[in-house]
Structures are given as C-alpha cells and as structure tokens.
C-alpha cells in the first residue's frame, strides 16, 4: 500500500485506544440515515409558510443556511468516503459536498417558491448552501483523517 507524506502542519491521530472514531466514521448505514432525515426535515421546513424565530443576529438566514447545508454534505461526505481504507484526496471531499449542495439547494429554493409566505430562488441563500456544503465536505474530510487505525492516514503504518 503507497504511504502518503504529510506535512508537519497535518492533523495528527487522536492519541488512545484506536476505533471508536473510527467505527463511527465508517458505520455507513448510520451517515446515509442521517442524510434521509436531514432532507425530510430540509423538505418539512421549506414546505412551511412561517419557521420557527430565535435570536436575530446578523446574516442569520445565510448563516443558518451555510450551517444546515454543512451537516447534510458532512453526513453525505462521510456516508460516500469514510469506510474506505484509501480515502480519496480532499479535493473529492469538497467536491462531493459542493455537488451536492448546489442540486438540493436549487431544488429547495425552488420548493420553496411554490410554499406560500415563502419566497424561494434566492440566490444568496443557494450560494449560502454551497458554502455550507463545501465546508461539511471539508470537516468530513479532516474527521476521517483524525481516524487513530486507519493505514491510509497512519505515518507509522507499513
């Protein structure tokens, strides 16, 4: 199996017994079960006319968005890649999750042009999904690197 060099500034391994990351990581009924109710709950929120109200803060639509979006690409990131012993280069991490976020965001901003109340087809909160997605992609990624037994991300490994 080829090793791959890492940097001095790469994630590490968490130190102490190997395996429950991991078996968390790779469990992958669990990340596609997760992703089936984040789109249930993603279509039950876009079917609303008025949502729940928090704390108003600044840009909180886009950062809701971005947050929202970010947990459905980390569940889909994960359910795809993490089983693997050979993950695929971080670049396939955020691609997944970019991919998949610009699809279910153009079709929830769409849903949501035909919920009364609603507006729908707003460009910055599709561009907030994405981000969204791009950045659960990437905390994906590095979650799986932090994996203590896998031989992929282990230097030590032969």
Not at 24 to 39: D, K, M, Q, S
Not at 52 to 69: I, N, R, T
Not at 96 to 119: C, K, V
Not at 124 to 131: I, P, R
């Amino acid at each position: 199996m080829a090793q791959r060099a890492h940097g001095a500034g790469d994630a590490r391994m968490i130190p102490g017994p190997p395996g429950v990351l991991t078996k968390l990581l790779t469990t992958r009924w669990l990340w596609w079960a997760g992703i089936l109710l984040w789109a249930g709950l993603l279509w039950w929120l876009s079917s609303r006319s008025a949502l729940p109200s928090g704390p108003e803060f600044p840009f909180k639509d886009k950062v809701l968005h971005c947050a929202y979006f970010s947990g459905g690409a980390f569940c889909l990131a994960t359910a795809l890649f993490a089983a693997r012993l050979e993950s695929p280069p971080s670049w396939a991490w955020l691609l997944a999750g970019f991919i998949f976020t610009a699809l279910t965001g153009a079709l929830d901003e769409l849903h949501q042009s035909f919920t009364p109340g609603r507006m729908g087809n707003d460009p910055g909160d599709w561009l907030a999904d994405v981000c969204g997605g791009v950045l659960g992609g990437w905390l994906a990624w590095r979650a799986r690197r932090m994996c203590p037994d896998q031989p992929s991300f282990n230097p030590m490994a032969k």
